[in-house]
């Protein structure tokens, strides 16, 4: 089945340091999506990547999708304490007739977020 | 996105029991999911919740364990069955709308058994 490299597996950085954190895939994917998740909640859909190359920035953060469809990386801007969770990507692949919407998730990144 | 709610929050269960989890949004949805978090780990698709027929089930899951329904398009229930403390995890619903890909997660419920 298709497998998902996320790395790194965790992060402690200064407040105001840029980070960065990418998936990798065996396989390809149509969609690419990044989560967050805080102690004790459901993950929270950051952004939704639907085309190789794509660029999507929310806020200050950014992500894009590879064009080889089989990676894709998040980017954090200027980080605060408040961006400490674990970040999640997941994957997708809609076969011929749109039938399948399994996610594939990453194992996850750790981001510490240091006053 | 919507309101996505989940019953119970958490719960501590004994072995041999089974516990009944709800999903409720509040607007209809194509897509319902259901997914188990083990301690410290990923994501993984338990089945999808499919309207008016059988759960669609992933490898290592089975309907006798992971009991779903769903009976219209706002609420499904997933139960785990004569549940064993390696079913100790956060159990999460997920929605989605046929005409997007990306899914929304409700809050989880905790389940621990002892």
């Known amino acids: 089945g298709q497998q998902l490299n996320q790395s790194p597996q965790s992060m402690f950085i200064q407040e105001g340091e840029d980070v960065s954190m990418n998936c990798t895939s065996s396989?390809?994917?149509?969609?690419w999506l990044w989560y967050k998740q805080e102690p004790g909640e459901g993950p929270v859909l950051l952004i939704a990547?639907?085309?190789?190359?794509e660029l999507t920035s929310n806020g200050r953060l950014t992500a894009q999708f590879g064009i080889t469809r089989k990676d894709s990386f998040l980017n954090i801007s200027a980080s605060i304490p408040s961006d400490v969770g674990i970040y999640f990507c997941?994957?997708?692949?809609?076969?011929?007739?749109?039938?399948?919407?399994?996610?594939?998730f990453g194992k996850g990144t750790l981001l510490t977020v240091n006053p | 996105s919507a309101v996505i709610s989940q019953k119970p929050s958490r719960d501590i269960c004994q072995r041999g029991t089974s516990l009944t989890i709800q999903c409720q949004v509040d607007?209809?949805?194509?897509?319902m999911f259901w997914y188990r978090q083990q301690p410290g780990q990923s994501l993984t698709l338990i089945a999808t919740?499919?309207?008016?027929?059988?759960?669609?089930?992933e490898s290592g899951f089975v309907i006798d364990k992971f009991p779903i329904s769903r009976p219209n398009l706002t609420f499904s229930t997933l139960t785990v069955s004569n549940m064993s403390p390696e079913d100790s995890s956060i159990y999460l619903c997920?929605?989605?709308?046929?005409?997007?890909?990306?899914?929304?997660f409700g809050p989880g419920t905790r389940l621990t058994v002892t």
């Open positions: 919740a499919n309207q008016g027929s059988e759960a669609t089930y």
């Open positions: 997941a994957g997708q692949f809609v076969g011929s007739g749109g039938s399948n919407y399994k996610l594939t």
């Open positions: 607007s209809q949805v194509t897509m």
């Open positions: 997920s929605v989605s709308w046929q005409a997007a890909y990306e899914q929304y």
């Open positions: 990547l639907y085309k190789a190359g």
């Open positions: 396989s390809i994917f149509n969609t």
